[in-house]
């Protein structure tokens, strides 16, 4: 893993009407990018996605930080054969 993959990049993605800022490590970025395309969606439907099950039946209080689901996200999806 290179400094690049290691750098903090921040991006914007729209989860239904609202638009917030999200800061990953680059590697994270490109991951999920992959994993999207392999799905068939982009990036903001993925995160969508993810975060509805982040928050789906659970105390909005409880629940996981975005940036942390989607870290959690792509390790899930490395670990599946």
Same mark, same amino acid.
């Given at each position: 893993?290179?400094?690049?993959?290691?750098?903090?990049?921040?991006?914007?993605?729209?989860?239904?009407?609202?638009?917030?800022?999200?800061?990953?490590?680059?590697?994270?970025?490109?991951e999920? %990018?992959?994993?999207?395309?392999?799905?068939?969606?982009?990036?903001?439907?993925?995160v969508?996605?993810?975060?509805?099950?982040?928050? %789906?039946?659970r105390?909005?209080r409880?629940?996981?930080?975005?940036?942390?689901?989607?870290?959690?996200?792509?390790?899930?999806a490395?670990?599946?054969?």
């Amino acid at each position: 893993m290179s400094a690049a993959d290691a750098r903090i990049r921040k991006r914007s993605v729209t989860i239904g009407r609202h638009r917030t800022s999200i800061s990953l490590e680059a590697a994270f970025w490109d991951e999920l %990018q992959a994993i999207a395309e392999r799905r068939g969606l982009s990036l903001n439907a993925l995160v969508a996605d993810i975060d509805r099950e982040r928050l %789906q039946g659970r105390d909005l209080r409880d629940a996981t930080n975005l940036s942390s689901a989607l870290r959690l996200h792509v390790l899930e999806a490395l670990k599946r054969p």
